[in-house]
């Protein structure tokens, strides 16, 4: 087995991953960790070898992009507080902490080195975190609050990564000269996010079509991340401000096709993307673990009190955090998304799992530092950092399922369901009074102004049936069962039709063209 097939081989696992898992209970990134090691074990298939500089902007760009379509710019800029608490200073904390821990058990780990390595496992992964945790019927403002941050951690975590490994690398650190960098790093970032998102939008405008504009939805993150690197500033934090300019500025109500196809499309690529670089960390285990050969009793316990240190900080951190959250939170008339009881809390805790970041970091870890010696302490680094992926991807993530369900944290469906029921009401609301609109400028025949009345109110019924009476929900319920029964007959006359032109392609002097146009319209048919 060659390189290119073990790739396909693991785009086939992201696939068949998702069906399984779900059938099993268990998250699929865990799932195709598990399925790497497996592959690692196995005597035909190779080391994979892709270049460290590569990890990062090959995986990270279209995960961070696919990640910010579940939220919103005014999401974000409500839970400022929040982000800021549970987020980014827990990364500062976490660093820290396993500086200092790495920097005693790790003989002759420099400082520098041991803060590149407190850096690369302080955030958790916004991926594994969302898919373990939005297939658990967690609350929502739970998730927000793990997608939030996902996002925001790594771009705190990738800075200090890059300071820390430019001073290991160099021998020499100012600290004047770090903060620079990373106000820097964040300016030029948002700079560049802010600047591509503008010109994006205004492209997508001229481009038109749904197809060139998706093409255009998959390079952009790629070369925000890249541009803002050329530039000496933070490429996550650039993919992450031009995401979040797009999902507010690029929006057109009437562009039904564009919106599923964008949607669909990028939740391929989220799965594929995701697929892919958990197996590479299951296959990339074999070759670190290798390291520890002959010393496995002190790498295990030096790795064992990293873990610790990173689980511990996290619940030592988050309890107090919240409880200040929520104490702050009740002196302002604000709707941030915390943690609201102690459960609630845990469970935050234990969804804490490493993954891609922490993996792509490591590996990128420079072999050679400025005078040409091996960079100081980099397997050990490797170890430790596979170790603490492993412990918290595997491990949490397959008892997160089980806590959940001990600790009785779920959904407020209730609250959910009443959200929806007035977004359907306003949505009825918004199609009767353009209705009076239009009555008012143009003379419809009666019996027409009441199915267009009925159909006002049934937009808002179908999506909310709670929102109606007894009497109006079986008046529409009539209406309902005739209209399933019309698009039943009707989805079979047009299957018929399709199956007529799609005959017609194997006929002598069919132009497949010209079938694929006409069979293209009955489809767009089909979906109204």
């Known amino acids: 087995m060659d390189q290119l097939a073990l790739l396909f081989v693991l785009l086939l696992g992201a696939v068949v991953m998702v069906p399984l898992g779900d059938r099993l209970g268990l998250p699929s990134p865990v799932l195709m960790t598990l399925g790497g090691i497996v592959l690692a074990l196995l005597p035909f298939v190779p080391n994979i070898d892709v270049p460290p500089e590569y990890i990062l902007p090959l995986v990270l760009p279209p995960l961070l992009y696919a990640s910010v379509q579940r939220t919103s710019w005014r999401q974000f800029a409500a839970n400022l507080r929040p982000i800021f608490l549970l987020a980014v200073a827990l990364v500062f904390v976490t660093t820290a902490a ?21 850096a690369l496992v302080a955030p958790p992964d916004p991926v594994a975190a969302t898919a373990v945790a939005g297939a658990l019927g967690l609350p929502r403002r739970l998730v927000s609050i793990l997608e939030g941050e996902g996002l925001f951690n790594d771009v705190t975590a990738i800075v200090l990564y890059h300071v820390a490994i430019a001073a ?38 001229l481009l038109g079509d749904a197809t060139l504009q998706i093409g255009l939805t998959l390079l952009v993150p790629f070369v925000a991340y890249v541009l803002a690197e050329e530039f000496r500033g933070s490429g996550v934090l650039a993919v992450l401000t031009t995401a979040l300019f797009l999902a507010e500025h690029a929006v057109d109500a009437d562009d039904v096709m564009g919106r599923l196809a964008g949607h669909t499309f990028w939740e391929i690529v989220d799965t594929l993307v995701t697929g892919v670089a958990f197996g590479l960390i299951g296959l990339e285990l074999h070759n670190v673990f290798g390291t520890a050969s002959g010393r496995w009793g002190e790498m295990l316990g030096i790795g064992g009190a990293v873990i610790g240190v990173v689980i511990g900080v996290r619940l030592l951190w988050l309890l107090p955090a919240a409880w200040l959250a929520r104490k702050m939170h009740r002196h302002r008339d604000v709707e941030e998304e ?63 399922p089980w806590l959940v369900r001990k600790l009785g944290v779920k959904a407020d469906t209730d609250a959910e369901r009443e959200t929806e029921r007035q977004l359907a009401f306003r949505a009825a609301k918004a ?88 069979l293209r319209h009955l489809d767009v048919r089909s979906l109204r």
Not at 170 to 180: D, K, L, M, R
Not at 183 to 201: M, T
Not at 448 to 453: A, F, G, H, K
């Open 98 to 118: 396993v500086a200092i821990v790495a920097n005693a058990v790790v003989p002759g780990l420099p400082l520098a080195a041991a803060v590149a390595l407190g």
């Open 338 to 400: 915390i943690p609201m009881t102690w459960r609630e809390t845990v469970v935050m805790w234990w969804s804490g799992m490493r993954g891609v970041a922490s993996v792509a970091l490591a590996l990128a870890i420079p072999l050679t530092v400025d005078d040409g010696s091996d960079f100081p302490g980099r397997d050990e680094i490797l170890f430790i950092a596979f170790s603490v992926v492993m412990a918290t991807l595997v491990v949490q993530g397959l008892t997160l």
């Open 168 to 205: 290991a690398v160099t021998g020499t650190f100012s600290f004047p000269h770090a903060v620079g960098e990373l106000v820097l790093s964040a300016v030029v970032a948002i700079v560049v996010g802010l600047v591509l998102g503008w010109a994006a939008n205004k492209l997508m405008g």
């Open 431 to 518: 199609a009767k009074r353009r209705l009076k609109e239009i009555q008012a400028v143009e003379e419809l025949p009666d019996d027409l102004s009441e199915q267009l009345n009925r159909r006002a109110y049934d937009v808002g019924a179908r999506i909310s049936p709670d929102m109606v009476d007894d009497e109006r929900r079986e008046a529409h319920a009539q209406r309902v069962k005739r209209l399933r029964t019309v698009q039943r007959i009707q989805s079979e006359m047009l299957s018929a039709a399709r199956h007529e032109v799609l005959s017609a392609r194997s006929e002598a002097g069919a132009d497949p063209e010209i079938v694929d146009r006409v």
